[in-house]
């Protein structure tokens, strides 16, 4: 689907490959910023820009509707002039002639150009991994085979004990389900949170009938027929049946079209605050862009729904020539049964901060802060709301606190500086 635009040679033209959370907020901020130029969202899928928060969530669990992951409904794109190229591929970038080429033989020009190409699953590679019944999480598709693979009522094997994989296993198990999730580390989460924290979602699973297994490697998966999966296969030699298998062990930046344009490439595309590659028409954002973070002072690559919003309007403001850059604190979320979670910050290294625990770890209602010394890093509301801004607050003013202070629910986040 497009939509029919001018194509003035004077005027600037914006061209967004990936039509994404991140692309789409490129497009939507130019036009309430009043840019009045081209812009051209393209994108490989033939569904129109949507939020993937939702298709492990919301959309997964059942409780909401397909609709609500996308943007905007397709009379928005037209409405405010700009073009949906979708279902098509962005082959190359000639930033000589400042063109991108399409599905391999068509030029489109642009002013600016906008990488939001985001990521893509990594595939576990052992022997069965082409099997059907074999599953990832990434796109809508995905998600809609998910739900359809759920009706079936398999026995689910989750690998990796990640967000993806925990929220997909929570989903699973609220469809009524029998999972299991298999990850190689001690616990799940515990790269990202430190093995003190990462305990409650372990405890979580388990007390809502998830088989969480630890530290196993798996080695195969196995077939009955040849064709369908049927369990998962240890290195102890152990096979968990399973006639769904969902993979979520990470994901990959898609660097590959900036790379072969020369673009430097380091863990994403290299970009600065602003969102520019050295190349001054080029920029990333989402997923896909390693960008400079001016408040952490680090060069930083975020796989998270927040991340890819700011960026897009940071690169719209950017392409307009307004200075800008994404100042805030790294954010995320989670849903899983009865916890809702927020987190916001950088620890570069859960298992060495120290850990505060405010409130109650048996009800779940409580902060958990990251500490180096006496400075905060990060914090954690589980089932504690609208104290994140709090959180922010206290992280970015870098002062001291009283640990003692710091984990009385009843001393104001305002108050735990130390005296």
Request: glycine share 10%; proline share 5%; hydrophobic share 45%.
């Amino acid at each position: 689907m497009s939509t029919a635009a001018g194509t003035d040679p004077s005027q600037p033209s914006v061209v967004v490959v990936g039509a994404s959370l991140a692309g789409g907020t490129v497009a939507q901020t130019l036009r309430e910023d009043g840019f009045t130029g081209r812009i051209v969202l393209i994108g490989s899928e033939p569904h129109l820009p949507y939020e993937r928060p939702p298709l492990s969530k919301g959309y997964l669990l059942g409780t909401a509707e397909r609709d609500v992951a996308f943007l905007h409904p397709t009379p928005w794109y037209a409405e405010q002039d700009i073009e949906l190229w979708l279902g098509r591929t962005v082959t190359a970038i000639d930033r000589d002639a400042h063109e991108v080429v399409v599905d391999g033989s068509e030029r489109l020009a642009y002013t600016s150009l906008v990488l939001a190409t985001g990521s893509r699953p990594r595939l576990i590679d052992v022997p069965g991994s082409e099997l059907s019944g074999v599953r990832y999480l990434r796109t809508i598709d995905d998600a809609d085979g998910l739900l359809e693979a759920f009706t079936h009522r398999p026995r689910v094997a989750v690998i990796g004990g990640g967000w993806i994989g925990l929220e997909v296993a929570a989903a699973a198990r609220e469809h009524g389900l029998d999972v299991t999730v298999l990850e190689v580390g001690a616990l799940p989460l515990v790269r990202v949170l430190g093995p003190q924290v990462a305990q409650i979602f372990a405890d979580l699973h388990r007390e809502h009938g998830v088989d969480l297994r630890t530290e196993v490697q798996v080695t195969a998966l196995t077939s009955d027929d040849g064709t369908s999966v049927s369990g998962v296969r240890l290195a102890d030699g152990a096979v968990v049946p399973a006639e769904l298998v969902v993979v979520g062990v990470g994901i990959t930046p898609q660097v590959e079209l900036a790379e072969a344009a020369g673009l430097a490439v380091d863990n994403g595309v290299v970009v600065d605050e602003h969102l520019r590659t050295a190349d001054p028409h080029v920029l990333a954002v989402g997923d896909v862009a390693r960008a400079r973070h001016t408040t952490l002072g680090i060069d930083l690559r975020v796989e998270h729904w927040a991340n890819a919003q700011r960026h897009g309007a940071v690169a719209a403001k950017t392409i307009e020539g307004v200075p800008a850059a994404d100042e805030r604190l790294p954010y995320f979320f989670t849903d899983q049964y009865e916890l809702g979670m927020e987190y916001v910050g950088y620890v570069p290294d859960p298992a060495a901060a120290e850990v505060v625990i405010r409130g109650d770890v048996g009800k779940r209602e409580l902060i958990v802060f990251w500490l180096d010394g006496d400075r905060v890093l990060a914090g954690m509301n589980v089932n504690v709301w609208d104290v994140t801004e709090d959180i922010e607050a206290l992280i970015r003013a870098g002062a001291p606190v009283d640990r003692a202070r710091l984990a009385d629910p009843d001393v104001p986040l305002t108050e735990v500086a130390a005296t």
